[in-house]
């Protein structure tokens, strides 16, 4: 399938778009999303798209638009210019080589790289995913896809700590057809905001916590064990995102499952959580992951260890979400998933790709080759901050 690409031009864009509400975890609040839009040209006029898309500061990970911003100038995108690239693993190595983390700036080259693979050979992602996980000897059972996935809402804590404000937000989005709530808390806003949606949704709707490494297993263990009487699906990284051991006891010590997202940084430390039974289930991000190679790698070791999936966001622009609706259609995904429709998250149209969620809270998954980009907002929203281009002599394969 593979050949050798040459990668010709790199422009990075600088974008900004407001949230229609602002939005809070237990590490602090994010007004707008302001993301790296990437654009990889090879020799033959092909154009790949990635998204990097940390936050402005560094509550979630220790990067932020500036540190991506720097990372992919500096050293990343010299790195690949005027370079080809004979397979995605080649380029992955390139891309990691000598650069130690920066696994968001990372995520927007690698992102980018697949999408010029898919075009240039007419593949949907799904089509190019089944591809290399068929190559890597992944069972059929697990390579099936669905034509839609489930949307769950992520809700935000209320600026106001308002557990009237936070039931108002639940009613909304569960009338608008959401599959599943997701409840952001930190200590203090925990205990009580579950137990009132708990009641205000019913014992079967589909409710999970996170915690977003805000707690540790001593000091926090009686709130957790208090909590599992909400009968909650699981624990989303309720403890530091270096604490997979306490992760592991905590595991043991209370009945409701855990959930790995910020501790999930490569497929090597997923390896260590599933020797470690440090969870029972997995949120893959693939900003948070460096791109697809190492989240592919994550869903084929989930496969062969019994671990549930589901895919999580950032949240994106819809161009960075394209890639990982097409992951989560995976028979492997079992939860739903954090990709929301952009109405959720921004006002009408200005999304860069515009994501749809019918009234059963199901997004359809992309069935076009690659990531089909609108050119005309980018030129209008979009802060060009690097051009980089290298001419390569097509006989002998070298930049000038």
Known sequence: ????????????????????????????????RKSLILRLTDLDGYQGYGESAPFEQPFYSSETIETAKVALVEYLIPKVVGQGFASIEEFNRTLHGGVRGNNFAKASLETAYWDLVAKRNGLTFVELFQTVLRSWGVAEEHLLTKDQIESGVSVGIPQDYDLKTLQAWVDEYVDEGYRRVKLKIKPGWDVKPTFAVRKQIGSHFALWLDGNGAYNFGEHLEVFKE???????????????????????????????????????????????????????????????????????????????????????????????????????????????????????????????????DEQGKITVPNFVGIEFPEKKLAEIGRPIVNSYKKINPKEGIAN
């Open 227 to 357: 909590l599992d009487e909400a009968q909650c699906l699981f624990y989303e990284q309720p403890l530091g995102p270096n604490d997979l051991w306490e992760h592991s006891k905590l595991c043991k010590a209370v009945v409701t499952p855990i959930c790995l997202d910020e501790s999930l940084k490569d497929a090597r430390t997923a390896l260590a959580a599933v020797e470690m039974e440090a969870a029972q289930v997995w949120n893959i991000k693939l900003q948070r992951m460096g791109g697809l190679w190492e989240a592919l790698q994550a869903y084929k070791l989930a496969m062969e260890s019994g671990i549930k999936l589901w895919g999580g966001t950032m949240p994106e622009s819809g161009i960075g979400a394209i890639p990982m609706i097409a992951l989560a259609s995976f028979s492997g995904f079992v939860y739903p998933s954090d990709i929301e429709p952009s109405k959720r998250w921004y006002e009408s149209g200005r999304d860069l790709f515009e994501i749809s969620m």
């Open 1 to 32: 399938m593979e050949q050798a690409i040459w990668i010709e031009r790199v422009e990075l864009f600088e974008v900004e778009i407001p949230y229609k509400i602002p939005f809070s975890i237990s590490g602090g609040t994010a007004l707008k």
